[in-house]
């Protein structure tokens, strides 16, 4: 069984950053896809970063092209989110999620492994 943890979410201004991470434990991380999902009050879950076993192939939402980066640490278990230029259309919880393939999805039913989700306000 898989357990991940995400930390890192918070209150930012508009134009600000944030970094986002998701330690997991059990399993094996070092095989597995993972990704990054949001969601909005009164809105449904969206694809926000997605990144191979490796690290090697990233994914990313329309919304968030050329401003978030996803990045993954196989010895420390550890996936990050790197979140600039947040704009207040960012606030949302922010979830990680994993699944037992090396490639990555940008489909939310392909991850079987979701974290409780930290909250991300971007103030205007």
């Known amino acids: 069984q898989v357990h991940l943890v995400e930390s890192g979410g918070g209150l930012v201004q508009a134009g600000g950053s944030l970094r986002l991470s998701c330690a997991a434990s059990?399993?094996?991380?070092?095989?597995?896809?993972m990704g990054w999902f949001r969601q909005a009050p009164g809105k449904e879950r969206e694809v926000v970063a997605i990144i191979d076993w490796s690290g090697a192939s990233t994914g990313y939402g329309d919304s968030v092209k050329g401003r978030f980066t996803i990045s993954r640490d196989n010895a420390k278990h550890t996936v990050y989110l790197q979140m600039s230029s947040l704009e207040p259309d960012d606030t949302a919880t922010y979830y990680c999620a994993g699944r037992q393939y090396i490639t990555s999805d940008f489909r939310a039913s392909e991850y079987a492994y979701w974290g409780q989700g930290t909250q991300v306000t971007v103030s205007s």
């Open positions: 059990g399993g094996f991380f070092g095989t597995y896809a």
